[in-house]
């Protein structure tokens, strides 16, 4: 009798917690300048990958930016993923380094419903990101890693369950985004709240997050990559923070230059750095700011007189606020922070991308 009953508690504890599990592997990945990534989940094609810088390489491996999406009517999604790099930040919240995160389409828009938190002590995570749902298809997109790349990927929901990835389908133009560790994705709490991933939501539309912490210095690879891209709406430059004044004065013409002669009637926003929050109280701080935002600013004049088109210039004295309430570190913005930027940038890319 004992081992009836527990042979029926097995039974019973089994069918109330069967799933099946979808490899993302097979579903297409959203947020990508090109297609043909060396890696499902990486940012870079091979033969950029191959040129670049040793420390572009390996940010070229996080999944900044990148997203899937799918449609179930199962009351329970489960996550199951490897990261890459075991990363840990001490300024930055793990669901946001190494995490992910789901929303649902509510209506005309995107709700955040769940993130997923990463194993700190083993690269494989298994979560569930929501339960107890009403019934009926739901569409989801999920976000992953801003600080890592995933090597796996899976999607888990409830045995007999409808489950259907989203196809590629004809790309509305994307705005390709380019810039530093804070256009990464540094330091929000969860990979929904990257700036790109917020207006990527607002603005309908997929946005190409190529931010690479510390090291915006406009090479010529990137140009090259974002040159790739088919149809852009947008380009926008944001590499400021990462450069100084002379680095800015000799890369940003053929860096410009690059993208103007794939795409000539494509606008290009130029983006000024934040003043530091401590500016209040380091002049030498405040100075170092201003002189870069001085040397981009010459560049733009210059080239506008050289005959370039469609360019648009954003200043960075209210970017994300005056109250230096924006930062986790004085830098790199939190939640807070990519919200301001955010809504900052949307008007003139909303108007930007017909």
Not at 245 to 272: C, N, Q, W
Not at 305 to 333: M, Q
């Amino acid at each position: 009798m004992k081992k009836l009953i527990l042979s029926l508690f097995v039974f019973c504890s089994l069918q109330a917690g069967a799933q099946v599990w979808h490899d993302a592997a097979d579903m297409h990945v959203f947020g990508k300048a090109v297609e043909n990534t060396y890696g499902h989940y990486v940012r870079f094609p091979e033969d950029i990958d191959a040129k670049a810088r040793k420390d572009l390489k390996y940010l070229g491996q996080d999944a900044a930016g990148l997203y899937v999406q799918f449609s179930t009517d199962s009351p329970v999604v489960h996550v199951r993923w490897t990261s890459v790099k075991k990363l840990t930040m001490s300024h930055m919240a793990s669901v946001g380094s190494r995490g992910v995160d789901l929303y649902a389409k509510i209506g005309n828009g995107w709700r955040f419903v769940g993130s997923a938190r990463p194993a700190l002590d083993y690269n494989e995570t298994t979560r569930v990101l929501i339960k107890g749902m009403d019934p009926g298809m739901k569409e989801f997109r999920m976000y992953l890693s801003l600080y890592d790349g995933i090597s796996s990927l899976e999607i888990g929901v409830e045995e007999g369950a409808g489950f259907s990835p989203a196809e590629a389908g004809t790309r509305k133009a994307p705005v390709v985004m380019y810039g530093t560790s804070i256009l990464q994705g540094g330091c929000v709490t969860r990979p929904g709240m990257a700036a790109t991933n917020i207006l990527g939501r607002w603005l309908g539309r997929e946005v190409v997050n190529l931010g690479f912490s510390g090291n915006a210095r406009l090479d010529p690879e990137i140009s090259e990559l974002m040159a790739r891209v088919v149809n852009p709406a947008v380009f926008v430059l944001d590499n400021v923070p990462n450069d100084t004044p002379e680095l800015i004065m000799e890369r940003m013409e053929p860096f410009v230059k690059t993208l103007r002669d794939a795409h000539p009637d494509v606008p290009i926003v130029f983006v000024e750095q934040a003043p530091y929050s401590q500016d209040a109280l380091s002049s030498s701080s405040t100075e170092s700011v201003r002189l870069k935002n001085e040397a981009q600013h010459t560049m733009y004049k210059r080239l506008k007189a050289a005959g370039y088109k469609k360019l648009y210039y954003v200043s960075g004295k209210k970017l994300i606020g005056t109250d230096g309430e924006a930062t986790v570190d004085y830098v790199h913005h939190t939640d807070l922070g990519a919200l301001r930027y955010s809504e900052v940038l949307y008007p003139l890319l909303k108007k930007l991308c017909k």
